[in-house]
T-cell receptor, first 115, second 115 residues
Framework: AQKITQTQPGMFVQEKEAVTLDCTYDTSDPSYGLFWYKQPSSGEMIFLIYQGSYDQQNATEGRYSLNFQKARKSANLVISASQLGDSAMYFCAMRGGSSASKIIFGSGTRLSIRP | DAGITQSPRHKVTETGTPVTLRCHQTENHRYMYWYRQDPGHGLRLIHYSYGVKDTDKGEVSDGYSVSRSKTEDFLLTLESATSSQTSVYFC??????????????FGPGTRLTVL
């Protein structure tokens, strides 16, 4: 069975610092995809970044990067130069290649940026 | 942003009454999904659709039914609402790309309270 674990329920970070949000996963699929979503207090789910299991390089999107360590089954989100607007819930999610229609989500990490 | 709307955005109902939530997309995406979000659980898949009149169950489908008579609309029905179905409901869409890279984009959510 597939599983996503986010072990940090909440984090506080000083503005302009970098922050790493942890995500570990478990799957028996040789091919899978990993996603990060942001949910601000307004409630919408915003797609941030995607990493494929066969991608040779870590994914990057602006200030977001994904630290993908396949052997350790971790897919940590790194936010560089944090901003007050980064305060939100962040969810890690995974899709397995054998169940291409379904994504499973972690329980989330609440990130709070201090001015 | 993906063109996804949900209606209603908020609803309060009583136990035992039927409730229908609507998801409408303007992206012509093949796949549509219904999730519920509860504290400590992240998002959990209720049902999904891979085409008109083609639907399948997710991990928490008991007490819910869905219908998709047009590409753009996906309806979620609670036949007889219970207090345990108080939640925030999200609709999502995806293109239905082969493999694990198919990204899901979410609607704004519907907050449902069952008294």
């Amino acid at each position: 069975a597939q599983k996503i674990t986010q072990t940090q329920p909440g984090m506080f970070v000083q503005e302009k610092e970098a922050v790493t949000l942890d995500c570990t996963y478990d799957t028996s699929d040789p091919s899978y995809g990993l996603f990060w979503y942001k949910q601000p207090s307004s409630g919408e789910m915003i797609f941030l970044i995607y990493q494929g299991s066969y991608d040779q390089q870590n994914a990057t999107e602006g200030r977001y990067s994904l630290n993908f360590q396949k052997a350790r089954k971790s897919a940590n989100l790194v936010i560089s130069a944090s901003q007050l607007g980064d305060s939100a819930m962040y969810f890690c999610a995974m899709r397995g290649g054998s169940s291409a229609s379904k994504i499973i989500f972690g329980s989330g990490t609440r990130l709070s940026i201090r001015p | 942003d993906a063109g996804i709307t949900q209606s209603p955005r908020h609803k309060v109902t009583e136990t035992g009454t039927p409730v229908t939530l609507r998801c409408h997309q303007t992206e012509n995406h093949r796949y549509m999904y219904w999730y519920r979000q509860d504290p400590g659980h992240g998002l959990r898949l209720i049902h999904y659709s891979y085409g008109v009149k083609d639907t399948d169950k997710g991990e928490v489908s008991d007490g819910y039914s869905v219908s998709r008579s047009k590409t753009e609309d996906f309806l979620l029905t609670l036949e007889s609402a219970t207090s345990s179905q108080t939640s925030v409901y999200f609709c999502a869409i995806s293109k239905g790309l082969a493999g694990e890279s198919d990204t899901q984009y979410f609607g704004p959510g519907t907050r449902l309270t069952v008294l």
